[in-house]
């Protein structure tokens, strides 16, 4: 089992800057991939950044260049750094561990971007 918290959400007037956590615990081994998603209500969730644990990071189009996902061992937690942020960045996003054969979701946190 994999415990996934995300926290850093809030609301922030486009142009500005969030840095979003996803803090991990439980059975951290084998995992292969975290990342971030989002969902607006309505649309399937989507992602946003991806890190493998080989391979190149991911990022959809729509952040390529502003936003920046990290990871730190040491505390098991994984960073979104969100920069010149946008309405349509305004959704819930959530943190994802993949663990095969399982995958497991926090209950996410809200971003809102005020024009």
């Known amino acids: 089992q994999v415990q996934l918290v995300e926290s850093g959400g809030g609301l922030v007037q486009a142009g500005g800057s969030l840095r979003l956590s996803c803090a991990a615990s439980g059975s951290m081994s084998n995992i292969n991939a975290m990342g971030w998603y989002r969902q607006v209500p309505g649309k399937e969730r989507e992602l946003v950044a991806r890190?493998?644990?080989?391979?190149?990071?991911v990022y959809a189009d729509s952040v390529k260049g502003r936003f920046t996902i990290s990871r730190d061992n040491a505390k098991n937690t994984v960073y979104l750094q969100m920069n010149s942020l946008k309405p349509e960045d305004t959704a819930v996003y959530y943190c994802?561990?993949?663990?095969?054969?399982?995958?497991?979701w926090g209950r996410g946190t809200q971003v809102t971007v005020s024009s």
């Open positions: 994802k561990a993949v663990k095969p054969p399982y995958v497991y």
């Open positions: 890190m493998p644990s080989t391979g190149d990071t």
